[in-house]
């Protein structure tokens, strides 16, 4: 199975700071790598697909890139409304595995 | 898109329990499906997919033991969970197997069902 190993499991930031969560891949998984948002209490909602390209809707301030196995989600500027958890997920082969989350929380 | 899970409830042990998806708003048959599960506090496990063709693949922690089905006339997608264990309880949603630029993704989730399993 591929594991997904993310960093950090949490994180302190403040308005208006640049945050980068990261999630390293044990297997190539080529561009096979999404992001979800989850809020308390509802469900994950698709931030990035394609390690790269943001789904509809989703502000121009999250963006993802990839170094090698290394798969990256920024927020620039962060707001209120982007606190919450940031699991990865990769979607190369079965079983489809997540990375352990990133619990971002305002100062 | 609406995906809306039922089903979940308290159960002991070794019992059985079926989860439903009720889906809306998109040709549900067209769509492979998966369940994915969150036992409290923890990150997301995936659990099952099942294709449009209802091909399907399971998490070796579930193989055996789990069966996910579909009924396209309803629109529902089905999770038979039996040999019940208490590792077993979590949230379990239902999300949507889309397609985007090439890539497979689960682009829409329903609201969760929650299992417990306890004596």
């Known amino acids: 199975d591929i594991q997904m190993t993310q960093s950090p499991s949490s994180m302190s930031v403040s308005l208006g700071d640049r945050v980068t969560i990261t999630c390293r891949a044990s297997q190539d998984i080529g561009n096979y790598l999404s992001w979800y948002q989850q809020k308390p209490e509802k469900s994950p909602k698709l931030m990035i697909y394609?390690?790269?390209n943001l789904e509809d809707g989703v502000p121009s301030r999250f963006s993802g890139s990839r170094s090698g196995s290394d798969y990256s989600l920024t927020i620039n500027s962060l707001e209120s409304e982007d606190t919450g958890i940031y699991f990865c997920?990769?979607?190369?082969?079965?079983?489809?595995?997540f990375g352990g989350g990133t619990k971002l929380e305002l100062k | 898109v609406q995906l809306v899970e039922s089903g979940g409830g308290l159960v002991q042990p070794g019992k059985s329990l079926k989860l439903s998806c009720s889906a809306s708003?998109?040709?549900?048959?067209?769509?492979?499906m998966h369940w994915i599960r969150q036992a409290p506090g923890k990150g997301l496990d995936w659990v099952a997919y099942i294709s449009s063709s209802s091909g399907t693949v399971y998490a070796d922690a579930v193989k055996g033991r789990f069966t996910i089905s579909r009924d396209n006339a309803k629109n529902t997608l089905y999770l038979q969970l039996n040999s019940l264990k208490s590792e077993d309880t979590a949230i379990y949603y239902c999300?949507?197997?889309?397609?985007?630029?090439?890539?497979?993704?689960?682009?829409?989730w329903g609201q969760g069902a929650s299992v417990t399993v306890s004596s």
């Open positions: 997920l990769q979607h190369k082969q079965y079983p489809r595995t």
């Open positions: 394609g390690a790269t």
């Open positions: 999300a949507r197997s889309g397609y985007r630029h090439h890539y497979y993704v689960m682009d829409a």
């Open positions: 708003g998109f040709t549900f048959s067209s769509y492979g």
